[in-house]
C-alpha cells in the first residue's frame, strides 16, 4: 500500500511513495546460490565425491557434510539422506 509524505512540493500537492519489502535473509542467500549453482552445473553425485574427498573417505564426515545448513545455503536446496 502507497503511503503519503507530509513534505511540501512546488505545487503544494503530497507525494505518493511505495515501500518494498525486503526478503528474509535465507531465502535471498538462497536465491543468489541458486544462481551461481545453476551456472556451476554441479551434479548430485559430484557433491557426494567432493564430501568424501573432503572427509577422507569416511561415512559419518560426508554425511555431515552433505547435511549440513551450510551444504544447504550453498546449494539453495537441502539434502535429506535416508538409510
Known amino acids: 500500500?502507497?503511503?503519503?509524505?507530509a513534505g511540501k512540493t512546488s505545487g503544494g500537492t503530497?507525494?505518493?511513495?511505495?515501500?518494498?519489502?525486503?526478503m528474509p535473509?535465507?531465502?535471498?542467500?538462497?536465491?543468489?546460490?541458486?544462481v551461481v549453482a545453476q551456472k556451476a552445473q554441479l551434479?548430485?553425485?559430484?557433491?557426494i565425491a567432493a564430501?568424501?574427498?573432503?572427509?577422507?573417505?569416511?561415512?559419518?564426515?560426508?554425511?555431515e557434510l552433505v547435511t549440513s545448513p551450510q551444504m544447504t545455503r550453498a546449494l539453495g536446496r537441502r539434502i535429506v539422506v535416508e538409510g
Open 43 to 47: 551434479t548430485l553425485g559430484e557433491v
Open 25 to 34: 535473509a535465507l531465502r535471498r542467500t538462497a536465491k543468489r546460490a541458486r
Open 1 to 5: 500500500m502507497a503511503k503519503r509524505t
Open 51 to 63: 564430501a568424501f574427498d573432503t572427509a577422507g573417505g569416511e561415512m559419518s564426515g560426508v554425511l
Open 14 to 22: 503530497t507525494v505518493r511513495r511505495q515501500g518494498r519489502r525486503v
